[in-house]
């Protein structure tokens, strides 16, 4: 099956999460109960799931089970079930792309039905070694987690048990380099995207969704030219086998698998919208008037919504907002 053509469905369900991204609107709107995790095998050993929130990106091997994101904790017995059918081995590492709970909410469950990879006197020196899955991302999610910036904390058996403060972390796992790789001030100030070098997979998190317009979180740090860097820099690590098809394919944080043509299509869409608003603000125009002028029309039917968490209307508020406060 052609992973990039064939997930209709898929894209369907994960369309649905993408209003889930804010929490409280997730449990007003969801019916956990209904929503069953679908399995895409992407390459040889990576598989995503599908659910309700972002999706999951798994790795699977000798060595254990590697998660990227957990969606929501109501969802965490189906996501069990659902890793169980690909491989009987424990996770043993889990990334966040960034904190939000469409993609963190299931952290303490999942990761206290994983196992730590532990040597040495590790087991004898530290009585819980070995205990729970490592839950690696940017310290910024740490923060935003422990409500150290001031926002709701999350339990602490969900936060990260290992984190990182530069450009990128790299770990070796199941035969394969991964590099985590921190794009600041994009989508919030703690995303980042995850390449698995082998398997030629990037999982993007919310700095690429195939669903909506970016999701910018201004009040934790996002910014509609960080969405715009961060896109370059995924686009760069992408190769395509010919012309933008095939090679390197990146899972967006809710939607269908992409390559290189999507990336770069879904960046230039960005990129005409911040001219546009650019341009505009420059001439003086209020966020009413932007409004009026209806800046993203051409794109609406592909990304645009009236309804649900993100609307197009929320886009173009929060997309002025950025370009102001850079003016």
Request: net charge negative; hydrophobic share 45%; aromatic share 6%.
């Amino acid at each position: 099956m052609n992973p990039v053509t064939n997930i209709a469905a898929l894209a369907a369900l994960a369309g649905l999460a993408l209003a889930a991204t804010c929490p409280q609107v997730a449990h007003a709107q969801q019916n956990f109960d209904a929503v069953e995790i679908e399995t895409l095998k992407i390459r040889d050993n990576i598989y995503m799931l599908v659910g309700a929130g972002g999706n999951i990106t798994v790795q699977i091997g000798d060595d254990g089970v590697l998660i990227v994101d957990t969606q929501f904790a109501q969802l965490s017995d189906k996501i069990l079930a659902a890793i169980g059918k690909l491989s009987d081995q424990p996770i043993r590492y889990i990334i966040n792309t960034h904190h939000h709970g469409d993609h963190t909410g299931g952290n303490a469950n999942l990761r206290l039905a994983g196992r730590m990879v532990s040597g040495g006197n590790m087991q004898a020196a530290i009585a819980d070694a070995g205990v729970g899955a490592q839950l690696i991302a940017h310290e910024n999610v740490l923060f935003r987690l422990s409500a150290a910036t001031g926002e709701q904390a999350l339990p602490s058996d969900g936060w990260p048990t290992s984190t990182f403060f530069g450009d990128e972390k790299q770990i070796y796992f199941n035969g394969e380099g991964i590099r985590i790789i921190h794009l600041p001030n994009a989508h919030t100030d703690g995303d980042s995207i995850v390449f698995f070098r082998r398997s030629d997979v990037i999982a993007a998190g919310d700095l690429f969704v195939t669903t909506s317009y970016p999701v910018i979180d201004l009040e934790s740090g996002g910014s509609l030219d960080g969405i715009i860097a961060a896109l370059d820099a995924l686009a760069d690590l992408i190769i395509p086998v010919y012309g933008q098809d095939g090679g390197t394919l990146a899972i967006p944080g809710h939607g269908r698998v992409s390559n290189l043509g999507d990336v770069l299509n879904y960046r230039e869409m960005v990129l005409v919208v911040r001219d546009r608003l650019q341009h505009m603000i420059r001439q003086g125009m209020s966020l009413e008037q932007i409004k009026a002028a209806e800046p993203t029309k051409d794109y609406d039917p592909i990304y645009g919504s009236t309804t649900g968490f993100w609307t197009t209307e929320r886009f173009i508020e929060a997309a002025y907002r950025s370009l102001v406060d850079q003016e």
